[in-house]
């Protein structure tokens, strides 16, 4: 079943009716093309080893060889606002098209270059590319969608990050057996993607009194209204990435020498993530006063089970809550911070709530060492996070009016 874009209401820059209907084949598509920071984010995390063996005699090795799995995270963070700018100004489509070619020219550049330097600068250079494929898939989205259908879309933004997750894990490992160059193939699945996207994708048409036809500035931004869902989701990037990043030392602390069994517990985080991520398709009728502070405090509880215990099925529990309550948490994020904007700040708001998101993925694992540091180890730093995610419910609560809009209700 496919749906019209919508009509723009008196006096906003929202998409004008058309005789093009978004469906499956554009779902898809821009689904596909979210997956791919996801892909950046963890695709070689498995060959880590093999890189820092080879790069063995680079001073520092130990530390930069790290950062050529982190820095792309850093740089979406940053560059995201700006593709934003960019959506909203030029064109969604054309950002898209441009980023995703450029994904795969700089995602493979590993493969031929010798120098670890060279190496995560090719990596800032993905991490760019990722900001404006991040910003656009989800902009055009809500775009192509309204009401429940946009809701439930957005969430499955967040459950098919999940899956994807787990799969690239799986992938990068078995292409690491034939090298550590090897999984950087991969990168070439973006301009395969381009093609179709170049057909079946359009750039929605501007309404006459829009910025662009009048040759006007762009409407300005709600900045104020954002500002809250932004700082919210900063902090919610953190508590999402903790486990992400932390399971594994957690798991290995616990006794767990299989690396098959820490992927495999990994991977059931990684479901009960997608299955909060459904469970916001079915709630997303509510107001995020209501949903926000039960993601939160789900979250809190999972995060305090694995701080508190030793045993690998009360882990593998606290890991599952954590997981349902961070994957009903993004899209109601999200869906809280762009319902509000019309079709001409939409680009923008985007790239400022996926920005906030991703600094706070970039900064966990820093401040989860420097809390590990200050309060005697990654357990007790897990607590602290657990303790933030719990007093976050409770400000959630207060600070989301009451008469909020549930989430289904769209205005642009």
Known sequence: MSET?????????????????AGPAQLALLLAGSCLSV?????????????????????????????????????IGLAAPFAGFVADAVD????????????????????????????????????LCEAAIMTCCTTLIADYWSGSRRSRYLGLQTL???????????????LGAAGWRTPFWLYLVAVLLAYPMARMLW??????????????????????????????????????????????????????????????LSALMSVATAAGSLA???????????LLPVAFAVSAAGLLVVAA?????????????????????????????INRLSFEQRGRGTGLWTGALFIGEFFCPLLIAGIGAAVGGLRPALAVLAALAAVLAVVTLIVVPRDAEPLDVTHG
């Open 160 to 174: 098919m990050a999940s899956v994807s997750a787990a799969v690239f894990l799986g992938v990068g490992g078995a």
């Open 5 to 21: 874009i919508l009509p723009a209401p008196t006096g906003a820059g929202t998409p004008q009716t058309g005789p093009r209907r």
């Open 92 to 127: 969604r489509k054309r950002l898209l098209i441009v980023a995703m070619v450029l994904y795969s020219v700089f995602g493979t550049a590993p493969l031929y270059l010798e120098s670890l330097g060279a190496i995560i600068g090719s990596r800032v250079l993905v991490g």
């Open 309 to 337: 215990t030793g045993s690998v099925p009360l882990i593998t529990l606290g890991a599952v809550l954590t997981g349902a309550g961070t994957g009903l948490l993004l899209p109601t994020l999200l869906t809280w911070a």
């Open 280 to 290: 916001f398709a079915r709630l997303s009728g509510q107001s995020p006063r209501r």
């Open 39 to 75: 892909l950046g984010a963890v695709l070689i995390a498995p060959v880590l080893p093999q890189m820092t063996d080879h790069f063995a005699g680079v001073a520092g090795s130990e530390v930069l060889v790290p950062i050529v799995l982190t820095v792309p995270a850093l740089f």
């Open 203 to 264: 750039q929605p048409e501007r309404a006459p009194a829009g910025a662009a036809a009048a040759g006007r500035r762009l409407p300005s931004v709600p900045w104020r209204d954002l500002l809250v869902p932004c700082l919210v989701t900063l902090v919610g990037g953190i508590i999402f990435y903790a486990l992400i990043v932390q399971l594994s030392f957690v798991l290995d602390d616990a006794g767990v020498a299989s690396t098959a069994t820490i992927g495999a």
